[in-house]
């Protein structure tokens, strides 16, 4: 840090000429309602809105092409929303109704399908139950035991459930 020259006033006054220049625009265009709790609020807001469109145009490095297509496309996007809004209303109806309709549409579609994807593990749950108990209803030795017998009846009972679940949507 001691090898750090440092700056005269002059040059730092130089150098925060422009962001000066912002803020006293925004002091002059902003109309401050006096005793009103909003009127600072107002002009504070909007000396923190050309400030931050300041340090993005003058102080941050610029774009990737990336940034810039993203950019783009959000652009084209929000056009496209307000001729979009902009038909809906011409044709007599609500812009904001027919959003809820589709977000709406969007979360039912979800949910079917979650239900879907639900139903399927379920339906792989039981075939992997089913082909687990297989193997103890049908007996491979002639010789079954008590014990074997209560494993077979059980497992035969567990099939024939399975079989008569009712299937799913």
């Known amino acids: 840090m001691a090898d750090t020259p440092r ?16 803020i006293a625009t925004a002091l002059h265009d902003t109309p401050v309602r006096l005793g009103s709790p909003h009127g600072a609020a107002d002009l504070a807001a909007t000396i923190a809105v050309r400030v931050a469109a300041y340090i993005g145009r003058e102080v941050l490095p610029p774009p990737d092409e990336e940034t810039k297509n993203l950019r783009m496309r959000t652009r084209i996007a929000e056009s496209e929303l307000r001729t979009l809004r902009a038909g809906i209303r011409a044709l007599g109806g609500d812009p904001n109704t027919i959003q ?6 969007r979360l039912r579609s979800r949910q079917w399908a979650d239900a879907k994807r639900q139903c399927a593990q379920q339906q792989a749950a039981i075939d992997h139950v089913r082909t687990l108990v297989a193997g103890i ?33």
Do not use: C, F, K
């Open 137 to 169: 209803a049908h007996p491979t030795s002639a010789g079954i035991s008590d014990y074997d017998l209560g494993r077979h009846n059980l497992a035969t009972d567990i099939l024939t459930a399975l079989d008569r679940a009712p299937e799913q949507p």
């Open 7 to 22: 700056l005269t006033d002059t040059e730092i006054a130089a150098e925060l000429a422009p962001l000066t220049r912002v």
């Open 100 to 105: 809820t309709l589709w977000a709406q549409i």
